[in-house]
């Protein structure tokens, strides 16, 4: 813990400036609730062309938020850093969920894996907001580092994992279709 305090004090200290002050909430408001991945999964859904990768989409965010919200937040109850470092300012309204692991990271970071994982190119312009919101995060003092690095790593697997499914999704539905020919 008193590593994670230690780059939470070090982005305060050193990197805190009003630019980022307002920048950060923003940015920090694209994960809020997943709203952001949920309409780029919605679009996927929409086009037929982009179907099945929608499909792989909503499948990692549904297993994140399964992992990161339902199983382990309450599970591991971990406090929020600014609920043991007391002194700092916060820029956004308090979180009143538990801090392990990064559901902002998490979601960002499922989406990330599930258009890596189908090769679709999005994956690069969504790595980089995903990066941001896991930033955000620290800036903000609402997670801890180890928070973020456990959002990432969970919703990559969700999004590999969202993609193995799918693809067995689709052979089975292949399957019965050449049978049923």
């Not at 952001?36 to 297993?63: E, N």
């Not at 009143?96 to 894996?113: E, I, K, L, N």
């Not at 995060?137 to 193995?164: E, F, K, Q």
């Amino acid at each position: 813990m008193g590593f994670d305090i230690g780059i939470l004090d070090f982005i305060q200290l050193y990197l805190r400036c009003d630019f980022l002050d307002t920048v950060m909430p923003l940015i920090t408001m694209l994960g809020n609730g997943g709203i952001l991945w949920i309409l780029v999964c919605l679009v996927l859904l929409i086009s037929p062309k982009t179907r099945k990768i929608g499909l792989v989409v909503m499948l990692a965010l549904i297993l994140e938020a399964l992992c990161c919200n339902v199983i382990l937040k309450p599970l591991i109850a971990r406090v929020r850093p600014f609920d043991v470092n007391t002194a700092v300012q916060l820029l956004i309204s308090r979180p009143r969920d538990f801090s392990f692991p990064s559901g902002h990271t998490g979601a960002s970071s499922a989406v990330v894996g599930a258009l890596y994982f189908s090769k679709h190119r999005l994956w690069i312009p969504s790595l980089i907001i995903s990066i941001l919101i896991a930033f955000s995060r620290l800036y903000l003092y609402v997670h801890y580092p180890t928070d973020v690095l456990a959002g990432a790593l969970i919703g990559i697997l969700a999004g590999w994992l969202g993609w193995v499914i799918a693809q067995r999704i689709e052979r089975r539905s292949q399957g019965h279709h050449s049978e049923a020919l």
